[in-house]
């Protein structure tokens, strides 16, 4: 009797190990996965941080050519940078979790989709006359309205990466941590606000668009 039962908490013992040798390579797969694409995404997540900033930071009462270009520019660098972190989801290869391979294809998706997003708001701005103050405060309305979509997308994008243990592996990540923005320089004719100007409390399109429409 005792022999069957030395026999069995052997037994026992062992599949721990092998149970606990699998628990182990699973984890490492998860953290290496999560290594492979923080690594690559860090200058992309930076790239994204600093165009919200160059939006938030546009003052309402700049010149409305001065809006113009600020948000140009920030909706094609969030655009570049969402194709870029396509691109670092593609080249990590499937994530090591359940559907990893659907949800590596749902992500890249997602991300190109929102980088056609941005594109199509980089059109519009560039499209309106800032000449025309008033029609120029409209469109940048309707701009504001097509980003506040735009940003729920973009927000969503990586959430399923971003669940369960791959989401905590990539927490973890140097890369993928919340970054600072830099904050806008300040040349002639650049996104910041002009010299004395009072920031406002909301810089977004739409706000710059009514601060345009009363001026």
Not at 70 to 95: H, M, N, Q, W, Y
Not at 117 to 127: E, F, I, N, R, S
Not at 161 to 183: H, R, V
Request: aromatic content about 2%; hydrophobic content about 40%.
């Amino acid at each position: 009797m005792n022999k069957k039962l030395a026999a069995a908490l052997s037994g026992s013992a062992v599949l721990m190990l092998v149970l606990s040798g699998c628990s182990e390579d699973e984890g490492d797969k998860v953290n290496d996965w999560a290594k492979s694409f923080c690594d690559q995404a860090k200058p992309q997540i930076q790239k994204r941080a600093d165009a919200h900033q160059i939006i938030i930071s546009t003052a309402a009462d700049s010149r409305p050519a001065e809006i113009q270009a600020a948000d140009s520019k920030a909706f094609k660098d969030i655009a570049d940078a969402d194709r870029a972190l396509a691109k670092a989801v593609e080249t990590a290869g499937v994530p090591p979790i359940e559907n990893g391979e659907k949800v590596q294809k749902d992500v890249i998706a997602e991300l190109n989709a929102t980088a056609v997003a941005y594109d199509g708001l980089k059109k519009q701005v560039d499209a309106l006359d800032p000449t025309n103050q008033q029609k120029f405060a409209e469109g940048l309305k309707t701009v504001a309205d097509g980003l506040t979509k735009i940003e729920k997308m973009d927000q969503n994008a990586l959430a399923n990466l971003e669940n369960g243990e791959l989401g905590q592996a990539m927490a973890k990540q140097p890369g993928c941590q919340k970054p600072t923005p830099a904050m806008p320089k300040t040349p002639s004719g650049s996104a910041s606000p002009k010299a004395g100007a009072t920031p406002t409390t909301s810089a977004s399109p739409k706000a710059k668009a009514s601060a345009s429409s009363e001026s």
